[in-house]
């Protein structure tokens, strides 16, 4: 077992990877950008290390800074929590290299899942339902050619992109010409890759992404759907498990056919597959996630089970001890709370000066601020995540409303008035709902 831990990663994941370690007797090293010195995770973990300016791409993206780091402390580990260098196959390969057991995936999954027009066709030859799409994109007439090909309406998609981001709804040849050229301008910067692809376009589908985990010795497990279908611009805001659209029957063989997959591609850690449900009940692959995932802490509390902890010990050569066939407990939501204005989603950085976050039984804080606390205006605008489990959805809605009611966090604004319409609309409590959701409400 490796003994000291470096998360390469700031805010509400760093204090989680920190507090599993912690629990199984690691030691821990944070490292930090010059401003977040006084951020909690510095302030928590046993050892911490400054590596570079607030600009994310001199610290929390240099990869020979976080590798200093290591060699410096001492660390033999090395935990990429989301984002930033989580899904960096490079990253991976240097740790290893490096003599540093990196806490994920392998670098060539890393790969193969990554880029979306790949994965898309790794998932088809594993036998997972696929969404019809494109090879690679040449040039603005080829674009056209397979457009008309595939048929609109569709979705222009960035090869390298993830999260949401690179994607444009296009209902005509004349929409694709007038876009074509800014897409891929904006992929370029984005990703560092221009390249594009098409895929058909599924109109008001459900996300549904289910969880995996895969040790060194080949056993794969599947734990539950999370239903992921309130999204602002692709960018999830609230995610629950399990999901009300799916019938025990389509959860289990779909299931079972996941596992089957991710054992014949020997799959090693945490990772999320994500589909879309259409209006006909039929789940299709989107795409792949190698990593933990931010929402993952729904389905922790539904099945019981620390899946940072369970990642450590996948790395350290353990085998899963899970039980074979896994059920969800209850019911469970999370909210995201983000430093932004709840109607116009602008940013709102500052200095925290009152926090008062919910409690009770049921009631769970994964978070990465204090009172007095900066929020910096150069990283993700999550500062929070509120998650409620209970025996049912109903209870559970209802807990989540009183939770978002105690929450209290002055001298920035926060997006918690939008997640108080979320769960007072009649069409979330009923389980009536799409991705455009929220486009819907706030129309």
């Not at 995770?41 to 929390?60: F, Q, V």
């Not at 301008?185 to 895929?199: P, T």
């Amino acid at each position: 077992m490796f003994e000291k831990v470096l998360i390469a990663n700031r805010g509400e994941i760093a204090l989680r990877v920190i507090r599993s370690c912690r629990e199984r007797g690691l030691r821990t090293v944070a490292v930090h950008s010059e401003i977040d010195a006084d951020a909690l995770h510095t302030r928590l973990a046993d050892e911490a290390i400054c590596i570079g300016p607030a600009d994310p791409m001199r610290s929390y993206l240099h990869i020979p800074a976080i590798i200093a780091a290591a060699e410096i402390t001492g660390a033999d580990a090395v935990h990429p929590g989301y984002g930033f260098l989580s899904e960096n196959p490079e990253f991976a390969e240097t740790c290893a290299q490096c003599g540093l057991e990196f806490i994920g995936p392998l670098p060539d999954q890393m790969r193969q899942w990554g880029d979306k027009v790949s994965a898309r066709a790794l998932a088809k030859s594993l036998g997972l339902p696929t969404i019809e799409g494109t090879e690679l994109i040449e040039d603005i007439d080829d674009a056209v050619k397979k457009a008309e090909a595939l048929g609109f309406p569709l979705l222009l998609k960035a090869s390298g992109g993830g999260g949401g981001r690179g994607m444009h709804i296009l209902q005509s040849k004349e929409e694709l010409r007038a876009i074509f050229g800014t897409a891929r301008a904006e992929s370029r910067v984005a990703f560092g890759n221009d390249a594009l692809y098409f895929e058909k376009y599924i109109d008001r589908p459900r996300h549904i992404e289910f969880q995996v985990l895969g040790d060194k010795h080949g056993n794969v497990h599947v734990l539950g759907e999370r239903e992921c279908s309130i999204q602002r611009r692709h960018q999830k805001i609230l995610e629950e498990a399990p999901s009300v659209a799916l019938s025990d029957e389509l959860r289990r063989d779909m299931s079972a056919t996941i596992r089957r997959a991710m054992g014949e591609a020997g799959y090693l850690s945490a990772g999320t597959l994500e589909f879309l449900l259409d209006d006909r009940g039929e789940l299709t692959f989107l795409e792949m996630n190698p990593r933990i995932q931010v929402e993952h802490p729904v389905t922790e509390l539904v099945m019981g089970i620390d899946l940072v902890d369970e990642q450590i010990r996948i790395a350290d050569g353990k085998r899963l001890e899970l039980p074979e066939h896994l059920a969800p407990r209850g019911h469970a939501i999370e909210c995201r709370i983000n430093a932004e204005d709840p109607d116009t989603f602008a940013p709102s950085p500052g200095r925290i000066t009152e926090l008062h976050m919910a409690g009770g039984t049921g009631v769970r804080i994964d978070s990465g601020v204090y009172g007095g606390g900066l929020v910096p205006s150069h990283y993700d605008p999550l500062i929070a995540k509120l998650i409620v489990h209970a025996p049912t959805r109903a209870q559970a809605i209802a807990k989540m409303r009183r939770a978002l009611s105690e929450t209290l966090i002055g001298g920035i604004v926060t997006n918690i008035p939008l997640h108080q319409r979320i769960l007072a609309h009649p069409a979330f409590e009923e389980g009536r709902f799409s991705t455009h959701f929220l486009d819907e409400l706030q129309a």
